[in-house]
Nanobody, 119 residues
Framework: QVRLVESGGGLVQPGGSLRLSCTASRSIFSLDAMGWYRQAPGNQRELVATITSGGSTNYADSVKGRFTISRDDAKSTVYLQLNSLKPEDTAVYSC?????????????WGQGTQVTVSS
């Protein structure tokens, strides 16, 4: 199992920035991918951004150009830089990792961190 711990959430004004961190309990070098989901009350969970072991990234259309995902293998940490934040970005942001075990793809999850964008 991979334990994931997020940090960096909080309250920010519209137009502001935050950086979320997700630190794994083991090396992330061999993981297939890591990324972030978010879920706001009453909404479905949304995949926000992913980064593969090779460094390829993908973003939801709603955050392209504003959010940036990156990884530091030496620190076993993935980051999500959130810029130009909007009230509609308010949600619980959860980190995940994907690994392969035999023929199975396994997802592990962090506990989530709240991001609130409000004036």
């Amino acid at each position: 199992q991979v334990r994931l711990v997020e940090s960096g959430g909080g309250l920010v004004q519209p137009g502001g920035s935050l950086r979320l961190s997700c630190t794994a309990s083991r090396s992330i070098f061999s993981l297939d991918a890591m990324g972030w989901y978010r879920q706001a009350p009453g909404n479905q969970r949304e995949l926000v951004a992913t980064i593969t072991s090779g460094g390829s990234t993908n973003y939801a259309d709603s955050v392209k150009g504003r959010f940036t995902i990156s990884r530091d293998d030496a620190k076993s940490t993935v980051y999500l830089q959130l810029n130009s934040l909007k009230p509609e970005d308010t949600a619980v942001y959860s980190c995940y990792s994907q690994r392969t075990s035999g023929a199975a793809k396994i997802l592990d999850w962090g506990q989530g961190t709240q991001v609130t964008v409000s004036s």
